[in-house]
T-cell receptor, first 115, second 113 residues
């Protein structure tokens, strides 16, 4: 089973709202990722968690706040977003980040629209 | 600077017309090269991992190869259901000792019946 589950699939939120995206995997992977993808562009890395600790933050604005409650779950808390933050948000996981040759598996994404 | 470039940007093929997609990379010490398929509005679906030059992997109508500077995804006798965006990614090692994946811009493939 190589499944990464993301909820919700679609989300529309106002600029003053607070919402959260959720991601879950049961593959025993110890690295989890958040990516942002705009139309016809490749995924852009936002955050990496390794063994439930934040290891990479790609200079993401503070209106995006990641959280990793345990090794299977990853959240992305959203607050005071801008319309330009509308995108497909992808969660991924891999066995580890400290070694090479480990492929990442992606969820189906959350289509976020900020109005 | 670590970089991944894919070509062509878009490709239209007739059903059964074989072709190849290219992924060229510059990375300090390749640790792995990955191919993904992405359908519109969906997450990337993992296809192949290639570790070293000369390696080849096959899956149905797809075959991925790797040299020291580029990778090819060969599509033999494609069908309309092969239409998708194909993404190439490499693993780059950071100074912290962790790795991140760098994606190319993808090739949008359309196979016509």
């Amino acid at each position: 089973d190589t499944e990464v589950t993301q909820t919700p699939k679609h989300l529309v939120m106002g600029m003053t709202n607070k919402k959260s995206l959720k991601c879950e995997q049961h593959m025993g992977h110890r690295a989890m990722y958040w990516y942002k993808q705009k139309a016809k562009k490749p995924p852009e890395l936002m955050f990496v968690y390794s063994y439930e600790k934040l290891s990479i933050n790609e200079s993401v604005p503070s209106r995006f706040s990641p959280e990793c409650p345990n090794s299977s779950l990853l959240n992305l808390h959203l607050h005071a977003l801008q319309p330009e933050d509308s995108a497909l948000y992808l969660c991924a996981s891999s066995r580890r980040t400290g070694t090479a040759n480990t492929e990442a598996f992606f969820g189906q994404g959350t289509r976020l629209t900020v109005v | 600077e670590d970089q991944v470039t894919q070509s062509p940007e878009a490709l239209r093929l007739q059903e059964g017309e074989s072709s190849s997609l290219n992924c060229s990379y510059t990375v300090s010490g390749l640790r792995g090269l990955f191919w993904y398929r992405q359908d519109p509005g969906k997450g990337p679906e993992f296809l192949f991992t290639l570790y070293s030059a000369g390696e080849e992997k096959e899956k149905e109508r797809l075959k991925a190869t790797l040299t020291k500077k580029e990778s090819f995804l060969h599509i033999t006798a494609p069908k309309p259901e092969d239409s998708a965006t194909y993404l190439c990614a490499v693993q780059a090692r950071l100074t912290s000792g962790t790795y991140k994946y760098i994606f190319g811009t993808g090739t949008r493939l359309k196979v016509l019946a």
